[in-house]
């Protein structure tokens, strides 16, 4: 086996600038993501959990806790009792990490259904670990990238939805991310960082972008033509187009 990787090294630079990114499929048919780093290389499972482990035999960490959680609540018919300690929540956080590292490649790569997964994924330890934490310091040590996470997740959900053309859609993404965010600001009483967060910056100046660019339903693009062509006084052009205007209201199905 060769164990010396310099010649990959060599055909593949490292380019600072950006996250160096891309997709192999490996010696056992499975699809990989690899990173190139300044001082090597990184390979990821594109699919499980990213360094191929499978913890007590689950997926991951979090699938385990969450059986763990389930045969709990089965045997006490309550989850009243049950709690992570500190080295749970310290894996947890550590194989959120990986995740975190892998939807980075995701957004690099445009694989946004992979990047939307990892991020939910993400957000379901943040909620694990935030219910069940036995320390309050464990909950805040993870829950502080939750206004990051969410935004990660809306812009994946977004960008979805713009790539298939529903700006609708990826407007109501970005909006629910917001709502999330600012939810988790005034649960934890931090209401000063609702005016001062990056991550609700973004996100509504995205949405106002979205707003400016997407195209007008073609019912209120005719309305704008015919007020224009009777600003112009052009009454066969506004005829027309109030016909185009009356026939497109008669295409629209009755619920």
Not at 63 to 78: D, G, I, K, Q, V
Request: charged share 35%; aromatic share 8%.
């Amino acid at each position: 086996m060769e164990e010396d990787i310099t010649d990959i090294l060599r055909e593949w630079e490292h380019d600072p600038s950006r996250i160096n990114a891309r997709r192999i499929t490996g010696k056992d048919g499975k699809p990989k993501i690899q990173i190139r780093l300044d001082l090597g290389l990184l390979q990821m499972e594109a699919d499980g959990r990213p360094d191929g482990q499978t913890p007590n035999g689950f997926e991951s960490l979090l699938e385990y806790h969450l059986a763990r959680l389930a045969t709990y609540e089965r045997r006490e018919s309550s989850d009243s009792g049950f709690f992570l300690d500190s080295e749970d929540c310290r894996q947890l956080g550590a194989e959120a990490t990986q995740y975190y590292y892998r939807y980075l490649c995701f957004f690099a790569l445009e694989d946004l259904e992979r990047a939307e997964r990892d991020t939910a994924r993400n957000l379901r330890v943040f909620d694990l670990v935030s219910k069940y934490a036995a320390h309050d310091s464990d909950k805040r040590a993870l829950d502080q990238y939750r206004p990051y996470v969410i935004t990660m997740n809306a812009r994946a959900r977004a960008s979805i939805a713009l790539r298939d053309g529903d700006f609708s859609a990826a407007l109501r993404h970005i909006e629910d991310g917001m709502a999330a965010i600012e939810r988790f600001f005034v649960i934890n009483q931090e209401h000063a960082l609702l005016s001062n967060s990056a991550e609700l910056a973004f996100l509504t100046s995205w949405a106002s972008q979205i707003r400016d660019s997407r195209p007008l339903p073609l019912d209120e693009e005719l309305r704008l033509e015919l007020k224009a062509a009777l600003e112009k006084e052009d009454y066969e052009a506004a005829a027309r187009l109030r016909d185009e205007i009356t026939n497109l209201g008669r295409q629209e199905p009755r619920h």
